[in-house]
């Protein structure tokens, strides 16, 4: 019901997709936040999680599935499912404000955007996350490169005739992103949205940075996805 009265006040509607795999552990502040969000629809996919995940999906109310595992895999499934003019997609530890909904509406009336990213905040305190969260919002502003946790958005139609991230193990953010910037205006965003820095604290910010760039340089180097995938697991 809500999609059709944004559609009869000329607004566009939102759907969130948004892949997790073993993520009990903070599920209960991510369900929160989704229904704190003013969404059209939501649907959360889950990869096959081995905690107590799907037992709080069950619980919560909230429009979830099942899929095979991997990002690219699991959004596609949730992507398949919803029918509103943009897909936003979220990764489980990202926090979104209302606010960046609102920008996002308001972007996309432009006809000529056709996807776009927030700039990236990173929760750790220490200086070292501001200077890397400060490099990353630069370098996808000049590339047109985003990464999954500055929340993709993308017009459904131009997703779909796209055929949807492309299945491979890593890099199907950027690979995604790659493509689309070649089909129309990508915007990007300066509202912000806080990404947990635990991987981050878990291996050390500039080992963390300094793979990330790694994989990334290997990829555009034509690296198969496959095997950046084992170096990213074996790195880690």
């Given at each position: 019901m809500a999609?059709?009265?944004?559609?009869l006040?000329?607004?566009?509607?939102v759907?969130?997709?948004v892949?997790v795999?073993?993520?009990?552990?903070?599920?209960s502040v991510?369900?929160?936040?989704l229904?704190s969000?003013?969404?059209?629809e939501?649907?959360?996919?889950?990869?096959?999680?081995?905690?107590?995940t799907?037992?709080?999906l069950e619980?919560s109310?909230?429009?979830w599935?099942?899929s095979?595992a991997?990002?690219?895999?699991?959004?596609?499934a949730?992507?398949?499912?919803?029918?509103?003019?943009?897909?936003?997609f979220?990764?489980?530890?990202?926090?979104?404000s209302?606010s960046?909904?609102?920008?996002?509406?308001?972007?996309?009336?432009?006809?000529?955007?056709?996807?776009g990213r927030?700039?990236?905040?990173l929760s750790?305190k220490?200086s070292?996350?501001?200077?890397?969260?400060?490099?990353?919002?630069?370098r996808s502003r000049?590339?047109?490169?985003?990464?999954?946790?500055?929340?993709?958005f993308?017009r459904?139609?131009?997703?779909?005739a796209?055929?949807?991230?492309?299945?491979?193990?890593?890099?199907e953010?950027v690979?995604?992103?790659?493509?689309?910037?070649?089909q129309?205006?990508i915007?990007c965003?300066r509202?912000?949205?806080?990404?947990?820095?635990r991987?981050w604290?878990?291996f050390g910010?500039?080992n963390?940075l300094?793979?990330?760039w790694?994989?990334?340089?290997?990829?555009?180097m034509g690296?198969?996805?496959d095997?950046l995938a084992v170096?990213?697991r074996?790195?880690?």
């Amino acid at each position: 019901m809500a999609g059709w009265l944004f559609r009869l006040r000329g607004e566009l509607t939102v759907a969130a997709v948004v892949p997790v795999l073993n993520e009990a552990a903070l599920l209960s502040v991510l369900i929160d936040r989704l229904r704190s969000l003013n969404l059209d629809e939501c649907v959360i996919v889950d990869g096959g999680s081995s905690d107590s995940t799907c037992t709080m999906l069950e619980k919560s109310g909230l429009t979830w599935i099942s899929s095979e595992a991997g990002r690219a895999k699991q959004m596609n499934a949730g992507s398949a499912m919803c029918k509103a003019d943009i897909i936003l997609f979220i990764h489980a530890d990202t926090f979104l404000s209302s606010s960046c909904l609102e920008a996002l509406r308001e972007v996309c009336k432009r006809s000529e955007v056709i996807a776009g990213r927030f700039n990236l905040r990173l929760s750790g305190k220490q200086s070292i996350y501001r200077v890397i969260e400060s490099m990353i919002n630069l370098r996808s502003r000049i590339s047109k490169i985003s990464t999954g946790d500055q929340c993709i958005f993308v017009r459904r139609a131009q997703f779909e005739a796209m055929g949807g991230f492309t299945d491979i193990p890593l890099m199907e953010d950027v690979e995604l992103s790659m493509r689309l910037k070649r089909q129309g205006e990508i915007a990007c965003l300066r509202e912000q949205v806080v990404t947990s820095s635990r991987r981050w604290e878990q291996f050390g910010p500039m080992n963390t940075l300094l793979l990330m760039w790694k994989l990334r340089i290997l990829f555009w180097m034509g690296v198969a996805p496959d095997k950046l995938a084992v170096m990213y697991r074996d790195a880690r």
